[in-house]
Each structure stands twice: as structure tokens, then as C-alpha cells.
């Protein structure tokens, strides 16, 4: 291992261990890395743009998307199930994905992305739109 390779190791432990001080001091932040933990099978080219999004605000926890399929259990024909600015409702047999597109007049507007056959393919569809 070369200089640098020790540096970055030094830096990521130095980061793990502000981290866990963190999670000590605030029970919501422990409970977000707990919400993301699936990041951690990951590559780290992907681990290092997920943990940005998650940053950001923009990133789906396997929590939040196990939240969204419980909702589309319960919800009604056509009741709207929202993922961040798009929806979702079923219309039996499909499920359909509305992407936002703009705000006109105070109410947003929404066009048909695509139809789906499962909640499963519609949620993940919904947050790759993110």
C-alpha cells in the first residue's frame, strides 16, 4: 500500500469515527444511516455518489420505498401515492407512473410515464426518476 492509500484509509476511519459521534448526539441522523444501510454492498464509485444524493436529499431509503409498496397495498383504484414530485396510482390490472413535469396556475401537471404490471417495477421506476 502506498502513501496515499494510507492517507484515504486514515481519512475514511477519521470520517466513520465522526460519524458514529454523530449518531450519538442525534437519534434522526442514526436513524438515517440506519435507513441507507443498504448502501453499504455497493461499489464505491456508487457509494460515494449515493451517500451525496442522501446528503442532498435526494436519494429513496429501502424504508422509505418499503413505505411506498405499503401505501400502494392500501391505496384505492386511482388514489394517488406520491414519490417525491412524481405519483403513482393503480388502474387495475397497471399501475401507473405520472412524472411532474411543471406547475401551472398553482397545481402542478403531470404526464403518463409508463405503466407497470407490478408495485415493485413502478416504485423503483418512480425513484430512478429522482
Given at each position: 500500500?502506498?502513501?496515499?492509500?494510507?492517507?484515504?484509509?486514515?481519512?475514511?476511519?477519521e470520517?466513520?469515527?465522526?460519524?458514529a459521534?454523530?449518531?450519538?448526539?442525534?437519534?434522526k441522523?442514526h436513524?438515517?444511516?440506519?435507513?441507507?444501510?443498504?448502501?453499504?454492498?455497493?461499489?464505491l464509485?456508487?457509494?460515494?455518489?449515493?451517500?451525496?444524493a442522501?446528503?442532498?436529499?435526494?436519494?429513496?431509503?429501502?424504508?422509505?420505498?418499503n413505505?411506498?409498496?405499503?401505501?400502494?397495498?392500501?391505496?384505492?383504484?386511482?388514489?394517488?401515492?406520491?414519490?417525491?414530485?412524481?405519483?403513482?396510482?393503480?388502474?387495475?390490472?397497471?399501475?401507473?407512473l405520472?412524472?411532474?413535469?411543471?406547475?401551472?396556475?398553482?397545481v402542478?401537471?403531470?404526464?403518463?410515464?409508463?405503466?407497470?404490471?407490478s408495485?415493485?417495477?413502478?416504485?423503483?421506476?418512480?425513484?430512478?426518476?429522482?
Amino acid at each position: 500500500m502506498n502513501e496515499k492509500q494510507k492517507e484515504l484509509l486514515f481519512k475514511l476511519g477519521e470520517v466513520f469515527g465522526e460519524i458514529a459521534e454523530e449518531c450519538g448526539k442525534d437519534e434522526k441522523f442514526h436513524q438515517l444511516l440506519i435507513d441507507n444501510n443498504d448502501l453499504y454492498t455497493m461499489s464505491l464509485d456508487e457509494l460515494s455518489g449515493e451517500w451525496m444524493a442522501v446528503a442532498e436529499g435526494d436519494r429513496i431509503s429501502t424504508n422509505q420505498e418499503n413505505q411506498i409498496l405499503q401505501k400502494l397495498l392500501t391505496a384505492g383504484e386511482h388514489e394517488v401515492v406520491k414519490v417525491g414530485k412524481h405519483q403513482i396510482y393503480k388502474e387495475a390490472p397497471f399501475y401507473v407512473l405520472e412524472k411532474f413535469e411543471f406547475v401551472e396556475d398553482g397545481v402542478d401537471m403531470f404526464r403518463v410515464f409508463d405503466t407497470y404490471e407490478s408495485k415493485e417495477e413502478v416504485v423503483r421506476a418512480a425513484i430512478k426518476l429522482l
